[in-house]
């Protein structure tokens, strides 16, 4: 029975459960979902501290200043980035301070360097432009308040927050792990030693191409080779990687052909589904999942031709790998686009995953062409694909229709 796509995807969603959190360093947490809320437990920054080069003083001091007629101040003291002076600043005195360093007790302003004049060796300093109280300087507490919930659970942690994490001191963070991923390609066709091709044979490419995948998923990919058309290696490599993964993706074997071993060995060792989805490419699509020890582990089986192999890790694959690392969104952006040329098709019962090049136009608007050869064969025309435009059952869109995109990335 053929399905549609929305419940294949579900069927692999609902088996696909979040894992469980772990601690980590923050500075190893880069790229992973927090599985519980961060709250502050220090300022940030923990002290007033200047935001310029220039000299601390009480604003009142320097009321008239103008460029005129500046005001000149005895310079009693200078503070660096890292130091700290106890000496509190007078009405009429200056200190020298530096980016970052704290502002001396009884000041309540800085004027940046470039509004001043050095006299008498440092002595003495003419300013000569007037500041409001707080000028320049940036309080304690002014980024974060101790105390502040700064992320809730879910959160991605992108370098911008790990770096908040760090200033706050939350040094171990609760996370999602990192999913191992095991990719293994399976067909007595393939080399992937560089040795000349004999008669039948051809070059192995989905296991490149799926490791990248896998990768750029954020997940920890694990290289598990090319296996034979034979059940016995096929078993002992699958429960290998059983045993040592959180996931398995394998590339051939899932269709109707007669040594489709895949298919013979995950029957007898896994809870496998084996699917026809009426989408093109990637009809066939088999998952499952396979015990090991205490755990199940998600197994994908996609086709081997290399288009349906990369389609199927995109419809159903890399959602539910997101999912298994916490994300809580787990679908690349669907935006419509305006086809700039025809997307022709004929009914068949499917919906086509065509893959196409998108732009932004000067009118704002998502446009897409076709990438040229769209057998699933054709991995080079594919590899100029930036998107895939998802063209219903029907005659096709026309040029200047509308076609729903799914953007891979737009650059
Ligand atoms: P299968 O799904 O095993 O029936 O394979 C379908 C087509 O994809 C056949 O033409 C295979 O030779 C090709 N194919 C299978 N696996 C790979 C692979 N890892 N790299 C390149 N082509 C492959
Ligand atoms: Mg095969």
Redesign the pocket.
Known sequence: MVIDISEARAYVLARCPVAAPISVPCRESTGLVLASPVVATEDVPPFANSAVDGYAVVAASIAVATQAAAVELPVVGEVAAGAYTDRVLQAGEAIRIMTGAPVPAGADAVVMVEDTERLDDGQRVAISRAVSVGMAVRPRGDDVCAGTRLYGAGIVVSPAVAGVLASVNAAVVQVVPQARVAVLS????LIDDGSPLLPGQIRESNRTMLLGLVRSAGCDAVDFGVVR?DEAALEETLRKAAAECDAIVTS??VSM?D??VVKTVLSRIADMRWMQIAIRPAKPFAFGLLESGDHQVPVFGLP?NPVSSIVSFELLARPALLQMMGHAIIDRPLVPAIADGALSRRPDGKTHYVRVFAKFGDDGRVHVESVGSQGSHQLAATSLANAIAVVPDGDGVAPGGTVPTILLSLG
């Not at 399976?186 to 066709?189: I, M, S, V």
């Open positions: 399976t067909g007595d066709e058309d051939g074997g052909g040594y489709d081997g």
